[in-house]
């Protein structure tokens, strides 16, 4: 669409939603400005609030020297605490080592500043329970913090939460040299495929067992099926893989967290909310081994079984160093995602390669929708300020049709990249109506790549210092 009258045919058509048309085209006598949507989200983004209990692990027999296991300690505090009506499960000064902790309603697992709570590099100390895996719902390992199906639930504090991973440690699994595999080790390849073969043909979520004798690492931090998520404060070191990844929740905040882990670690994306409703993310601290944030929802077949977006994401003052793409939507992402708005964000390092990333392909499908993008100050990024690629991994490689539209980026300001705007869409589907607004990207190495992406308009903005409207 290259022209107002093109637009409002394809509105009338249903082809794109009037209520988020990309800001180009909005007025303030026809179409609302889509932040105004924003204070709406976050009215119903509430923090839990705990009964003012407390319950001490060390009451349970933990003990903070870094030797002795305290999963059972810890365990019989939540436990405890969720029994009496909830409170909160304190966890003093000291360095408590344990196997995987689940929360249950009500309870706030809270960190005092001068605690750590470390994880034990014995498997048996994770059960096997229900997740879910790159977009798959399985049986696996048990997530370092787990909640399944409960209300009112949340980690804040101070103090660190130490995967103690390393390319000793999980990460070899991935099958790489660079995160400690060599050839003979076991990896995950195998498990992979045969989960992502599983999950094609069908196979109900309870015969899909991994766990023990497998090679699929556990999550970090999923609250799955939950409502009323608080995740404040912490230090987050050395994940096995997805840092914190709630699934299927609705009203959930993170907030004021350090994240951390080396760039060798594989896939430690920092913040993966995965088909839920109502979340904010802001002012944290990303430093990853892949996407800083990503939102996701769900890989092909399983994300279409759910059928479940990710929608009303608000991203605000988020700081970004390191990693794959700084604010990422995908590629696990065939329940499709809707109503993003991420604002106020410093993104700067020549090892993080996207600042704005969308990614799909054919084997996903999946709608992406009201996608829009403010103030943001990009230092360098190596590869593109912002890339919609339709040929992440499979690429046309499937059946399914990806759907990227409504994206508008305003006021950008980049100093460095290879690219200002890298987007590829297919023949069959084009990437449709991105505006990018009032931006400046600097030290561009290469001209704009616009493979297949109709309605994009570009007005106020300046690549090398040269004014670049279409």
């Known amino acids: 669409m290259t022209n107002r009258r093109e637009f409002l045919k394809a509105v009338a058509a249903g082809a ?11 007025r303030a006598d026809t179409t609302p400005d889509p932040w105004r949507e924003v204070p709406q989200i976050l009215a119903r983004i509430k923090a839990p609030v705990f009964p003012s209990r407390t319950f001490d692990v060390t009451k349970f027999g933990a003990v903070g020297d870094n030797v002795k296991d305290n999963t059972d300690a810890i365990h019989d505090a939540i436990t405890a605490c969720s029994k009496a009506g909830g409170g909160r499960v304190v966890v003093p000064a000291g360095q408590f080592l344990t196997g995987a902790i689940e929360l249950k309603s009500r309870v706030d697992l809270h960190l005092d500043a001068r605690a750590t709570v470390r994880f034990t590099r014995d498997q048996s100390k994770y059960p096997t329970v229900f997740t879910r895996w790159e977009g798959m719902e399985l049986m696996n390992f048990s997530p370092f913090i787990y909640a399944f199906e409960q209300r009112d639930v949340a980690i804040t504090g101070s103090g660190t939460i130490d995967g ?16 400690g595999w060599k050839a003979g080790d076991p990896e995950q390849d195998s498990d992979r495929n045969n989960l992502l073969a599983m999950v094609e043909r069908g196979v109900p979520v309870s015969e899909r067992v991994f766990g023990p004798g497998h090679y699929l690492r556990p999550q970090f931090i999923q609250p799955y099926r939950c409502e009323n998520v ?24 993170i907030k004021d967290l350090y994240v951390q882990v080396s760039s060798l670690g594989p896939n430690t994306d920092g913040c993966d909310p995965e088909s839920c409703r109502d979340v904010l993310i802001t002012n944290c601290y990303f430093d990853t081994g892949d996407d800083c944030i990503a939102i996701k929802a769900g890989r092909n077949a399983d994300g279409r079984r759910l059928h479940t977006p990710s929608e009303n994401i608000v991203i605000q003052k988020c700081r970004m160093k390191n990693g794959h793409g700084g604010i990422t939507i995908g590629s696990e992402i065939s ?3 809707r109503n993003v708005f991420a604002e106020d964000c410093k993104l700067d390092s020549p090892e993080l390669d996207f ?3 969308l990614k799909n392909n054919a084997m996903r499908g999946g709608l992406l929708e009201n996608i829009f993008v403010r103030n943001l100050e990009v230092g360098q990024v190596a590869k593109a300020a912002v890339t919609i690629d339709f040929y992440y991994e499979e690429g046309e490689q499937g059946k399914f049709t990806p759907v990227v539209r409504n994206v508008v980026i305003k006021n950008m300001k980049m100093r460095k990249a290879e690219y200002a705007l890298y987007l590829r869409g297919f023949k069959t589907a ?18 704009n790549l616009l493979e297949n992406a109709d309605g994009v308009t570009l007005r106020n903005v300046r690549i090398n210092g040269k004014l670049e409207n279409r």
């Open 430 to 447: 084009p990437i449709r109506d991105v505006a990018i607004l009032d931006c400046d990207f600097g030290g561009v190495a290469k001209p």
């Open 355 to 357: 600042a704005v990333r």
């Open 16 to 26: 794109v939603a009037a209520r988020y048309a990309p800001e180009i085209w909005i």
């Open 335 to 337: 329940g499709g995602v």
């Open 230 to 253: 608080l995740i404040e404060g912490v230090r987050l070191l050395n994940a096995p893989m997805w840092q914190v990844h709630p699934v299927l929740c609705t009203n959930v905040t």
């Open 164 to 179: 103690n991973c390393d390319c000793t440690h999980w990460w070899p699994w991935k099958g790489r040299t660079n995160c």
